[in-house]
């Protein structure tokens, strides 16, 4: 979700058959959702929703969208910086773990004595770097991996069992062939007129006042 397409609904929609805005009883909105049925439409209407100052706002696409991070403004990411020092701190587990067991003769008190293995089989080097790769090949790989997935999820705040947006029925496209544009209340800039008539201009397919 991370440039922008010139867009192909950019034109303010008139007729309520293209727009329309659910009213609920309830004061309280957790957001107004604009749908649009192509990527240059919702790649357009979030740079001009970036450019109005909003900040609290999401795209919701069926499959990711070339450019749109860079509409919405969205930062790259710590995400490489963390896997690689995961990565590292593999490498040096198995290096430390490989010349422990090969030929360290400190011994480590865990509840019981720990020596590391200091024979020499068939004339093998105690630390020899060619057997050495293998394991830290593997391990790199293997926490590099698990880091990424692991603060992949904590990042994005997944799982998430619940959404404002996934309750709507009137979005259920979102994840066949609709591109949804969603501004959270909480935003400064939030004002349920301004913010309508803006998403209006946009020219979506329709406003969703979503509830929380």
């Given at each position: 979700m991370n440039g922008s397409t010139p867009g192909t609904a950019t034109q303010a929609a008139t007729s309520p058959d293209t727009v329309m805005v659910d009213s609920h009883s309830k004061a309280e909105v957790w957001g107004l959702a604009a749908q649009?049925?192509?990527?240059?439409?919702?790649?357009?209407a979030a740079k001009k929703v970036r450019e109005a100052g909003?900040?609290?706002?999401?795209c919701h696409v069926p499959f990711p969208v070339h450019g749109l991070d860079k509409a919405?403004?969205?930062?790259?990411?710590?995400?490489?910086?963390?896997?690689?020092?995961?990565?590292?701190?593999?490498?040096?587990?198995?290096?430390?773990?490989?010349?422990?067991?090969?030929?360290?003769?400190v011994d480590i008190w865990a509840i019981v004595s720990v020596v590391g293995y200091q024979f020499e089989v068939s004339g093998k080097p105690l630390i020899?770097?060619?057997?050495?790769?293998?394991?830290?090949?593997?391990?790199?790989?293997?926490?590099?991996a698990l880091t990424c997935v692991s603060f992949m999820l904590f990042l994005n705040k997944l799982p998430c069992l619940y959404h404002p947006v996934l309750k709507s029925p009137k979005l259920k496209r979102i994840t066949d062939d609709r591109f949804v544009l969603v501004?959270?209340?909480?935003?400064?800039?939030f004002a349920r007129s301004t913010t309508e008539a803006l998403l209006e201009s946009l020219g979506p397919e329709r406003i969703v006042e979503l509830e929380p």
């Open positions: 649009f049925s192509t990527p240059a439409g919702i790649s357009e909003y900040r609290w706002f999401d919405m403004g969205v930062p790259y990411t710590v995400l490489p910086v963390i896997v690689f020092f995961g990565g590292l701190t593999g490498l040096c587990l198995a290096i430390f773990l490989q010349v422990f067991t090969n030929s360290l003769e020899s770097t060619p057997a050495f790769v293998p394991v830290a090949f593997e391990l790199t790989v293997l926490l590099a501004i959270e209340a909480r935003d400064p800039e």
